[in-house]
């Protein structure tokens, strides 16, 4: 009976012994050989956007020298998928928001309209990605040729006037009103505005890189 005793002691010993010596090695494997779950974990690289990149946008809202302000914000629409390195990382019709920086409309005597605008943000699945771009800028065209024939105009119609009253000197005199009343005509008219109705394409340059 003591021999039985004595040697079911020394088999549970025994076992003991094996299971302390089996688990390091099992806590080893689990660390040199991680889960074939953790690869997907890691984050594909970024894609950078260098600076220089061309965005050419069509406007969703109309802005203007006339009605807009600085600091109005509008939105448009990637006109042109960005690709780099042959592969498309901005779709076409990806939406942008920028900002009126400045906007002055046309004078009565001098002073031409002008508008310069930007873009501050990439808007795709519900996010914002804030980028820079170089201002967009734009002047009216100048109106004085067109100021030129008006007053031309007026000097004409007023020396005709001038020569039926009382001939030459008659029309140096007309000649001086009808001068007249061409200035007055340009004082009283603004020169062009700058309007840009949506879907017009504006052409856009990023001034700095960005991650996507």
């Known amino acids: 009976m003591k021999r039985i005793l004595y040697l079911l002691s020394v088999a549970i010993l025994t076992g003991g012994l094996i299971s302390c010596n089996r688990q390091p090695s099992a806590s080893a494997d689990s660390t040199s050989n991680p889960p074939a779950v953790a690869d997907k974990q890691?984050?594909?690289?970024?894609?950078?956007?260098?600076?220089?990149?061309?965005?050419?946008?069509?406007?969703?809202?109309?802005?203007?020298?006339?009605?807009?302000?600085?600091?109005?914000?509008?939105?448009?629409?990637?006109?042109?998928?960005?690709?780099?390195?042959?592969?498309?990382?901005?779709?076409?019709?990806?939406?942008?928001?920028?900002?009126?920086?400045?906007?002055?409309?046309s004078g009565r005597v001098k002073g031409r309209a002008s508008i310069q605008l930007k873009l501050t943000e990439i808007v795709r699945a519900g996010n914002s990605l804030d980028i820079s771009t170089k201002p967009y800028s734009a002047v009216a065209e100048s109106t004085k040729g067109r100021d030129a024939a008006i007053i031309g105009g007026g000097a004409g119609l007023g020396a005709a006037i001038g020569a039926i009253a009382g001939g030459g000197k008659g029309a140096l005199i007309g000649a001086g009103i009808g001068g007249g009343a061409g200035t007055g005509t340009v004082l009283a008219t603004k020169g062009e505005e700058i309007r840009y109705a949506p879907e017009t394409r504006i052409p856009f340059t990023l001034a700095r890189s960005v991650e996507i």
């Open 42 to 105: 890691i984050a594909e690289p970024k894609i950078v956007i260098p600076a220089g990149t061309r965005l050419r946008i069509a406007l969703t809202d109309a802005v203007s020298s006339d009605k807009s302000r600085p600091g109005d914000s509008f939105m448009g629409v990637l006109a042109e998928p960005i690709v780099i390195d042959g592969k498309t990382v901005l779709e076409k019709g990806t939406k942008v928001r920028g900002l009126v920086v400045d906007a002055k409309e």
